[in-house]
């Protein structure tokens, strides 16, 4: 099906899979590890630095296990963060290298996935809205809100999507915002 080919990543593991002068510590998913600068990643993410530098267990190990991740999509940030301007997130990589920014607190990787789904991603505003509501993506709720000509518009939109009924109250304000009389 084309979701399932969208989804496949497009892996380039050479730069992860062996011993390299960047890689000082091993990460562990699944069964497969990946060998990566502990010092690099401490810089793009509280969450790395926490894990790597406190007083936690895992600081001093060499293999760290890393839990609740989904190693093809790791693989993906990975990239995109080791390949500044030569990786782009794509519509196939965006909502799980968001998803990992935010549970791993990279800021940097957030805004340019928000300026992804802004400037070129082929998804549907509601979709969109719904990403903005979940990562709290103000930018994005605005160009969201603001590509609709009037509150009749967005709602009817809104009503196809179903997912759209668990938005949050911020983002019920903010819709009323956008429209109100006023």
């Not at 562990?28 to 969450?47: C, M, Q, R």
């Not at 190693?71 to 990589?93: A, M, P």
């Amino acid at each position: 099906s084309n979701e399932a080919i969208q989804s496949t990543p497009i892996i380039d593991l050479s730069k992860f899979s062996s011993p390299n002068e960047m890689g000082n510590i091993t990460l562990v998913i699944g069964d497969k590890t990946l060998k990566v600068s502990k010092e690099f990643l401490a810089v793009l993410s509280p969450v790395f630095a926490a894990m790597f530098f406190s007083n936690l267990a895992e600081n001093g190990k060499e293999e760290i296990e890393i839990k609740d991740v989904i190693y093809e999509e790791f693989v993906d940030l990975l990239q995109l963060i080791f390949s500044i301007g030569t990786v782009e997130i794509t519509d196939r990589t965006v909502l799980h290298i968001l998803k990992l920014a935010d549970q791993l607190q990279m800021e940097r990787v957030m805004e340019l996935s928000k300026k992804h789904l802004i400037q070129f991603c082929r998804f549907d505003a509601a979709k969109k809205l719904l990403i903005a509501d979940q990562y709290r993506l103000v930018d994005l709720m605005d160009h969201c809100l603001n590509s609709f000509a009037t509150h009749s518009d967005l709602m009817k939109k809104l009503k196809l999507t179903p997912e759209c009924a668990n938005i949050s109250v911020e983002t019920k304000v903010a819709i009323y915002d956008r429209f109100a009389p006023f």
